[in-house]
């Protein structure tokens, strides 16, 4: 779903999907916080971002490298550029991609 809305150019929706999706009880995967992050990204919402961090945190998808590299990418869309190198540098997955 959020994909979907992401890839009609309707950012907002994705990451109002994305909430609706957490209170409804659905299970995320590092697909989906990489959809809802570029959507963060696009809207240049960091703040948002940050909050998704946190529940990626709390649901301990932190060392996927997939989810490590849309972060980077969020932050760096939100032109955070530090934050996006401390993420970096936190990341105990890397990839070329990263």
């Given at each position: 779903m959020i994909s979907g809305l992401?890839?009609?150019g309707m950012e907002r929706?994705?990451?109002d999907m994305f909430r609706e999706m957490i209170l409804a009880g659905f299970t995320m995967d590092?697909?989906?916080f990489g959809s809802v992050w570029t959507a963060c990204g696009s809207l240049l919402a960091l703040g948002e971002g940050k909050q998704i961090h946190a529940y990626v945190i709390r649901t301990?998808?932190?060392?996927?490298?997939?989810v490590g590299s849309a972060l980077v990418d969020m932050?760096?869309?939100?032109?955070?550029?530090k934050s996006s190198?401390?993420?970096?540098e936190r990341m105990t997955q890397k990839n070329v991609v990263s």
């Open positions: 992401m890839q009609n929706q994705a990451v590092q697909f989906t301990d998808h932190k060392d996927n490298v997939f932050h760096s869309k939100c032109k955070s550029i190198e401390t993420v970096f």
